[in-house]
């Protein structure tokens, strides 16, 4: 099995940076698919980034594009998301997911990840 832990989370203000981080235990990692999930107060749970086993897929939503980086560190068993120029709009609790199927498509669809973490909350003050 994949644990995954988040941490990073915190209140900023509007234009502010965080850097979250997914830990995850075992030796499965470098063989995952991640990726970050976000859920709003009263919304649904909604794709923010994603990133291969091997880093060379990378999709972003079209709300964090150019502002997010997703990025791994297979040696550490950690992903990481650079937010950065953050609005009010991104405020919401973040999780983590892995996928260990070999197929890179539908990678943005959280039915494709079948472990998840507990979420870490950003909130962003205006």
């Known amino acids: 099995q994949v644990q995954l832990e988040e941490s990073g989370g915190g209140l900023v203000q509007a234009g502010g940076s965080l850097r979250l981080s997914c830990a995850a235990s075992?030796?499965?990692?470098?063989?995952?698919?991640m990726a970050w999930f976000r859920q709003a107060p009263g919304k649904e749970r909604e794709f923010a980034a994603t990133i291969s086993r091997s880093g060379g897929i990378i999709y972003y939503a079209d709300a964090v594009k150019g502002r997010f980086t997703i990025s791994r560190d297979n040696a550490k068993n950690t992903v990481y998301l650079q937010m950065n120029n953050l609005k009010p709009e991104d405020t919401a609790v973040y999780y983590c997911?892995?996928?260990?199927?070999?197929?890179?498509?539908?990678?943005?669809?959280?039915?494709?990840?079948?472990?998840w973490g507990q979420g870490t909350q950003v909130t962003v003050s205006s």
């Open positions: 997911a892995a996928n260990l199927n070999t197929a890179t498509s539908g990678l943005t669809r959280g039915s494709m990840y079948r472990y």
């Open positions: 075992g030796r499965t990692f470098s063989s995952s698919h």
